[in-house]
């Protein structure tokens, strides 16, 4: 393949698979609204949805494997591939956005709900006025770690490999796998210039300018309701064939919200019979076909091995926390001092941007050679290539939000330098920095599959200790679905059983300390 060839494959490439990040993002964005919200304003949905994100976030990418290729494969092998390899970009994508939805709603500020309860809100002018307003600027500013995640994974969506099945798409991913394995350096180098050269522009053109956008957006303030209100007062007299349907569209919400109350009883009656028929399916499933999972299950682990199990599950819970441990101790700093120089933060930011969004297992081919040799080395960076840019964009998202009023009055008071990161920065960041280091440890666990095992066509390389990733891709890539399933087991009890006792009660500590103050 000429220079000219080469280029133009790999500009074709970059862009095909930019189209399927761009399609996976747009998706989570929506789910992440619709279910981030939900979770963060109703305590019964919160009660369902947080522990279900917990073990869907903890599922890595090869889990996912079956699901993308019996659900959208099988339906539809013209379309069905690209659909499955849209839908695993997104797994690997929603997690942080949707959590940080969930935060954003929950720590609204109490007198902007007492102030929509006083003007008789609807659920839609609730949405649109606070919750929304509250979650665009978390939303926006976690674009770029999602993004960076999808390229992370972008070899493992385009190239779907589970037993006798592979699929192969063409994209980046899939093309960076075919110059490593025949070892055509200029085409790998190739295919990073023009990555690295689309990203700079997705993020100068897009992400940049929408961050600065909303660098000061938030949840409105008791000021932007009562204008809300008057706007509301002032148009009745001027009612016209346009905002008729508007404002009835408003009342009608305000009379179906006091119907549902009326008719709670008869809710709630359905609700039960609803979850009573649920259980009852269940029960019958789990007789009829339970003991025939667990019997095979329970051969697969003895197959598997418990010691090999629990001795792949310690090795990588030590990877997991120790990229976690690192990226908090950098990324904390980090992003006091860029929120502090604001002449400073749009340059530093965007180069910050542009690394984060290179895929170090597209990047891995040209270092190969060097890293052979350590291969606990090359995994703990793979898995902080994968953990600390969540940490770090969350955390300075939240520092961005600092209202001007407290920075204000810490210039007013002439606060030194530590007292004011002390009283001011890290009270602000704690929620964003907690919610930063669910997902990176989410995003860790995911990353243990390419970090533990890394799989670029016939370029296979992984660490000499065992691992939970390791062993997940050796079986995905064997077609051993229950053995999957055993170590998916293994994996998601852990993260869920961190961020049930550990992440959660840390979070509501924060929150009730904030709340009070």
């Not at 949905?45 to 079956?66: M, N, R, T």
């Not at 898995?383 to 969540?390: D, K, P, S, V």
């Not at 679905?481 to 979070?507: A, D, E, H, P, T």
């Amino acid at each position: 393949m000429d220079v000219l060839a080469t280029v133009t494959v790999s500009f074709l490439a970059v862009l095909v698979s930019f189209l399927r990040m761009a399609a996976a993002l747009i998706v989570s964005v929506l789910f992440s609204i619709v279910v981030g919200t939900a979770a963060g304003v109703n305590k019964s949905f919160e009660k369902v949805a947080v522990p279900v994100l917990d073990i869907l976030q903890s599922i890595p990418i090869l889990g996912f494997f079956p699901v993308a290729i019996q659900v959208f494969y099988a339906a539809s092998p013209m379309f069905g591939a690209e659909l499955a390899a849209i839908f695993l970009i997104f797994t690997s994508q929603v997690w942080n956005i949707t959590f940080a939805v969930y935060e954003s709603t929950r720590f609204i500020q109490p007198e902007l709900l007492d102030v929509a309860n006083s003007m008789r809100m609807s659920a839609f002018e609730r949405f649109r006025h606070i919750y929304l307003p509250a979650c665009l600027p978390r939303i926006v500013r976690n674009f770029q770690p999602s993004w960076a995640n999808g390229m992370f994974f972008i070899v493992g969506a385009e190239i779907l490999s589970f037993g006798d099945v592979e699929l192969k798409l063409f994209g980046v991913g899939t093309l960076v796998s075919e110059f490593a394995v025949a070892g055509d350096l200029l085409g790998i180098v190739t295919v990073l210039l023009i990555l690295v050269a689309a990203t700079i522009m997705v993020n100068v053109l897009l992400f940049i300018p929408l961050g600065t956008m909303f660098e000061t957006a938030g949840p409105p303030s008791p000021g932007l309701l009562r204008r809300f209100a008057f706007i509301k007062k002032l148009a009745k007299p001027f009612q016209t064939t346009l905002a008729t349907p508007v404002i009835s569209f408003f009342e009608y919400q305000r009379s179906v919200s006091g119907l549902v109350n009326k008719v709670s009883v008869l809710g709630s009656l359905v609700r039960n019979l609803i979850f009573l028929i649920l259980i009852g399916f269940l029960a019958t499933l789990a007789i009829t076909r339970g003991n025939e999972f667990f019997g095979s299950l329970y051969q697969t682990l003895g197959r598997v091995g418990v010691d090999n199990l629990l001795s792949s599950a310690v090795f990588s819970f030590v990877r997991v926390m120790g990229a976690v441990g690192f990226s908090v101790a950098w990324s904390i700093p980090a992003a006091v001092a860029i929120a502090r120089r604001p002449q400073l933060s749009t340059a530093v930011t965007t180069v910050f941007q542009v690394v984060a969004s290179i895929p170090v297992t597209i990047v891995y081919p040209l270092f190969a050679e060097t890293l052979k040799d350590q291969p606990e080395l090359r995994a703990f960076v793979m898995i902080l290539a994968a953990t600390q840019w969540y940490v770090f964009f969350q955390v300075l998202a939240g520092l961005k939000n600092i209202p001007r009023s407290e920075l204000e009055v810490a210039d007013m008071l002439q606060l030194k330098t530590w007292t004011r990161i002390r009283m001011v920065y890290l009270p602000r960041a704690l929620p964003a920095l907690i919610t930063g280091c669910i997902t990176a440890a989410g995003g860790a666990w995911n990353g243990l599959v390419v970090a533990e095992r890394l799989v670029l066509g016939d370029l296979v390389a992984e660490t000499n200790l065992p691992g939970l990733g390791k062993l997940l891709s050796q079986l995905t890539y064997a077609g051993d679905l229950l053995g999957s399933v055993s170590v998916l087991i293994v994996m998601s009890s852990i993260v869920v059983l961190m961020n049930r006792f550990f992440w959660k009660k840390l979070y509501d500590m924060v929150a009730s300390k904030l709340k009070i103050e």
